[in-house]
């Protein structure tokens, strides 16, 4: 198995290989999930739905095929998506009259439709979400973080005034906020992106960003401020209390596969993946040891721990398979198993199992009477000190004390001579585009976004020196 901090990219591959959960296709930057890779997506979809439909949202679904014409009607957005675009141009031996986009997002096609939908202030509301694939051609790809196509959520709600669509943008952000942080385990800085960084169309970005155990950044989740923009190219209006049309506000938000990515480069270590037990596949695996076939008692007293954990509702595998018990250990640490129990003659008769925890070196000894408990307490803990131990790896690969362009230069080439890795770094930055665009040029950092409590305010824009208006997370990005 590749070294983690030798070759970090050709790691990760061989933990997502090893532990079964995709395969390549023949269509570049395109992906199959195997059935792992796509249960750790129901779970996300699972928690995320919940609070979706607990704050009044309702699950739709939209076409796939978006007109050209649709992307001309607002221009900020079509500039944004353009290169990314794969177009369909023929259909049943003929060239169609329009070119069709396959969506790289649904603003388009749901603003065509939310004109015709809504007519009158009782309309209002429309919370609505869909899940979906989406394509943009990527120019480089890698599996679950950056994909041709990807599975997704997207939100779009329309609302009668600019406060209760500011509202909503930051009830989701909020939302995605404790889903990643409570079921996946990976702390997140939230704030506002950079006009730079901003949604094509968007009047404001918000974003969660999350760092991966090389140093770099993922950008975890967004939700978008559209204003009246979409509203105004598609001619959504209502008719209000007072009986006069207005246009609506709207909002975007959305997250996707990358969080499986994530939570891969966030928890993985050299003996593969490590799962928070929330989203894991396999909870406990139960593996017979030592000479297990001569003894039948073994697999029946197995076969009813697997039947109370089942009735538990932990998800739960139990190998019997004639595979030693060596390579079973670790094929079930690679694939991310939360806890493994071992249960052999020895064991029946001291009336005991063994457990090994993915996470921890030691593994524990445990009496049967104390066994349920012991299961239940152990994945609660670990869900928990996951959290825990990717906190502190963030917090302390996080510097805010580099305040110029030639301090941050001199820490890339530090890090790199010390085989350490840069991190992330709290900077001034004075609002200048041109500013932000050396930053990027120089070093590779491009700012992540404007956290809404960082720990210390920056006075000064670490590349021209001048008076800083905002303090911005700055990171390497994927």
């Not at 302390?396 to 890795?421: E, F, G, P, R």
Request: glycine share 6%; with cysteine.
């Amino acid at each position: 198995m590749t070294i983690q901090q030798n070759e970090f990219t050709k790691w990760y591959i061989e933990t997502i290989q090893n532990a079964d959960l995709m395969d390549y296709t023949p269509v570049r930057g395109c992906i199959a999930f195997k059935p792992d890779g796509y249960e750790i997506w129901e779970h996300i979809q699972a928690e995320m739905d919940y609070h979706f439909k607990e704050t009044g949202h309702r699950n739709a679904y939209f076409p796939m095929l978006i007109p050209e014409s649709f992307f001309q009607k607002e221009k900020d957005h079509i500039e944004g998506f353009s290169p990314e675009l794969p177009w369909v141009t023929e259909a049943a031996g003929e060239q169609l009259e329009e070119r069709l986009a396959l969506r790289p997002t649904s603003e388009t096609m749901i603003g065509y439709l939310y004109s015709n939908w809504i007519k009158s202030y009782r309309d209002l509301p429309l919370l609505l979400n869909q899940w979906a694939n989406v394509f943009r051609w990527e120019k480089k790809t890698l599996p679950f973080i950056r994909t041709s196509e990807f599975l997704w959520q997207e939100g779009h709600t329309a609302h009668g005034d600019e406060e209760e669509a500011r509202h909503e943008t930051l009830q989701m952000l909020d939302i995605y906020k404790k889903v990643v942080e409570n079921l996946l385990a990976i702390p997140v800085f939230d704030g506002t992106k950079t006009e730079s960084e901003r949604f094509a169309g968007a009047i404001d970005t918000f974003s969660i960003e999350a760092m991966m155990k090389d140093g770099k950044a993922v950008q975890a989740g967004t939700s978008h401020y559209l204003g009246t923009k979409f509203a105004e190219a598609f001619n959504i209006k209502y008719l209000n209390k007072n009986n006069q049309h207005d246009y609506v506000h709207t909002t975007s938000w959305g997250t996707s596969t990358r969080l499986i990515g994530s939570v891969i480069m966030v928890h993985g270590d050299e003996r593969g993946l490590v799962l928070p037990p929330k989203i894991a596949p396999t909870q406990v695996v139960l593996i017979p040891v030592g000479p297990f076939k001569k003894h039948p008692e073994i697999l029946e007293k197995l076969d009813d721990l697997y039947k109370v954990l089942k009735a538990k509702g932990i998800r739960v595998k139990l190998d019997d398979s004639d595979l030693t018990p060596g390579f079973k250990f670790n094929k079930w640490e690679q694939k991310g198993a939360s806890l493994r129990v071992e249960f052999g003659p020895r064991d029946f008769q001291n009336n005991q199992v063994v457990i090994k925890i993915r996470d921890e070196e030691e593994k524990i000894t445990v009496a049967l009477d104390r066994f349920m408990d012991v299961i239940e307490e152990e994945l609660k803990v670990m869900q928990k000190r996951l959290l825990e131990k990717a906190r502190q790896f963030r917090d302390a690969n996080s510097h805010v004390t580099i305040d110029s362009l030639q301090q941050l230069q001199d820490h890339i080439t530090q890090s790199k001579a010390n085989k350490n890795i840069p991190g992330w770094i709290l900077a001034g930055w004075c609002g200048s585009n041109i500013c932000e665009q050396k930053v990027k040029d120089e070093t590779k950092f491009t700012s992540r976004n404007i956290p809404f409590n960082p720990p210390i305010k920056k006075s000064n824009c670490i590349y021209c020196g001048n008076e800083a208006k905002h303090t911005v997370w700055f990171a390497r990005a994927y």
